[in-house]
């Protein structure tokens, strides 16, 4: 069965503080690894990696995927207030339906910024 | 970024009256829409691959016969909830791929709904 664990399930820091989130996975057809962000409503989308070793940047928020170890991680440099939300990794499988991607999600960590 | 509109974002029923939400892309074709559901301080959960123009493919402990999935055209899925009951209240959540292009693309998230049974 395709699993996906997020550590830790919940983390409180304050602000300035940098934090680095895991997410391991054990899957069938590994195709792509996704960072999410979720606050209140729908997931809204960070990164998406699938080569092992390159880092993605946007801001103060960086990921890198390990697909030899099987784990990738969210770093979050000077955190602030606004980072406050649960974030979700999530792991695409193939799938032979037209090509389409199910995705298998994490728990989630929560992540709560104190100023 | 590809835009995916879910409607509505939120709903009161009754129970044992039935509930439809909507899903649609809006600038791209999707021929194949994803529904989850996500429980408090839970994780989002697969229910049901929707396929254009043919049957949906449920996960396994999601009945076909409580959650009707139609994906009648490209750019639209409905999931509907019926005879629903106060264990359905939820937040339910679409998503779906431009599958133009790059083989990897990201997954678009509706803005969910949220559905409380009284």
């Known amino acids: ?115 | 970024g590809a835009v995916v509109s879910q409607h509505p974002s939120r709903v009161i029923c009754k129970s044992g009256t039935s509930v439809k939400i909507e899903c649609r892309s809006l600038d791209f074709q999707a021929t194949t829409m994803f529904w989850y559901r996500q429980f408090p301080k839970q994780s989002l959960m697969l229910m049901a691959t929707s396929n254009e123009g043919s049957k949906a493919t449920y996960e396994q402990g999601v009945e076909k016969d409580k959650f009707l999935i139609n994906h009648a055209s490209l750019t639209l899925s409905t999931l509907t909830v019926t005879s629903a009951h106060p264990e359905d209240s939820s937040f339910y959540i679409c998503s779906a791929r431009d599958h133009r292009g790059a083989q990897n693309t990201e997954a678009f998230f509706g803005q969910g709904t949220r559905l409380t049974v009284v």
């Open chain 1, 1 to 115: 069965e395709d699993k996906v664990v997020q550590s830790p399930l919940s983390l409180v820091v304050h602000e300035g503080d940098t934090v680095t989130l895991n997410c391991s996975y054990e899957v069938t057809n590994f195709r792509s690894l996704l960072w999410y962000k979720q606050e209140k409503k729908a997931p809204t989308f960070l990164f998406m990696l699938t080569s092992s070793g390159i880092e993605k940047k946007s801001g103060r928020l960086s990921s890198i995927l390990d697909k030899k170890e099987l784990f990738s991680i969210l770093n979050i440099t000077a955190t602030q207030t606004g980072d406050s939300a649960v974030y979700l990794c999530a792991v695409g499988n193939s799938n032979i339906i037209q090509g389409a991607q199910k995705l298998v999600f994490g728990q989630g960590t929560r992540l709560t910024i104190n100023p």
